[in-house]
Nanobody, 119 residues
């Protein structure tokens, strides 16, 4: 069984910064792509950023230049550094990891962490 645990959300003023973390635990042999998604009230879940095992990244246009995704393969952890936050970044943020474990490969999701950008 694989579990993802997120941390780092909260309330921040516009222009501020937050760092999200998502650690995978359990019977893990390898992890391919790791990513962050978000869902605002009344909207579809959308991709924020994604990183391959080799370190290649891609970002939603709305966060390019402000957010940075990174990973620590030894810790099975993905991070999202969010700078210059805007009210429109307010959402529940979910991490996703493509994990190879004892029962094969599968996509796993974190529980979600609330990010609120407001003055």
């Amino acid at each position: 069984q694989v579990q993802l645990v997120e941390s780092g959300g909260g309330l921040v003023q516009p222009g501020g910064s937050l760092r999200l973390s998502c650690a995978a635990s359990g019977s893990i042999f390898s992890i391919n792509t790791m990513g962050w998604y978000r869902q605002a009230p009344g909207k579809e879940r959308e991709l924020v950023a994604r990183i391959t095992r080799g370190g290649s990244t891609n970002y939603a246009d709305s966060v390019k230049g402000r957010f940075t995704i990174s990973r620590d393969n030894r810790k099975n952890t993905v991070y999202l550094q969010m700078n210059s936050l805007k009210p429109e970044d307010t959402a529940v943020y979910y991490c996703n990891q493509n994990v190879g474990g004892a029962s094969g490969w599968g996509d796993y999701w974190g529980q979600g962490t609330q990010v609120t950008v407001s003055s």
